[in-house]
């Protein structure tokens, strides 16, 4: 049974950073993608980026093209979400998700972490 557990959601002022962990665990990941999504207030949930556990390919949202990272651990099945020059609009619960291939739906999700940017 795959588990995604979120972590380092917080309040942070604009222009600010967090860095939003995923750990995963229950399979091997070699073959997964790993993502994350957020849901804003009365708004449908996005795509905010994903990366490709075996080769690392990244792909982002055009929202957050350049201000946020998407990476893996090495030596632990974690994801990280670095997010920077945050905007009041990057405010949502953000959930980290994964899919056993290149294609298809995301078949487990995390609990999600909220993420406030405001002064």
């Known amino acids: 049974q795959v588990q995604l557990v979120e972590s380092g959601g917080g309040l942070v002022q604009p222009g600010g950073s967090l860095r939003l962990s995923c750990a995963a665990s229950?399979?091997?990941?070699?073959?997964?993608?790993i993502a994350w999504f957020r849901q804003a207030p009365g708004k449908e949930r996005e795509f905010v980026s994903r990366i490709n556990w075996r080769d690392t390919i990244t792909y982002y949202a055009d929202s957050v093209k350049g201000r946020f990272t998407i990476s893996r651990g090495n030596a632990k099945n974690t994801v990280y979400l670095q997010m920077n020059s945050l905007k009041p609009e990057d405010t949502a619960v953000y959930y980290c998700?994964?899919?056993?291939?290149?294609?298809?739906?995301?078949?487990?999700w995390g609990q999600g972490t909220q993420v406030t940017v405001s002064s």
């Open positions: 229950g399979r091997t990941f070699s073959s997964y993608v």
């Open positions: 998700a994964a899919r056993p291939g290149m294609a298809g739906s995301y078949d487990y």
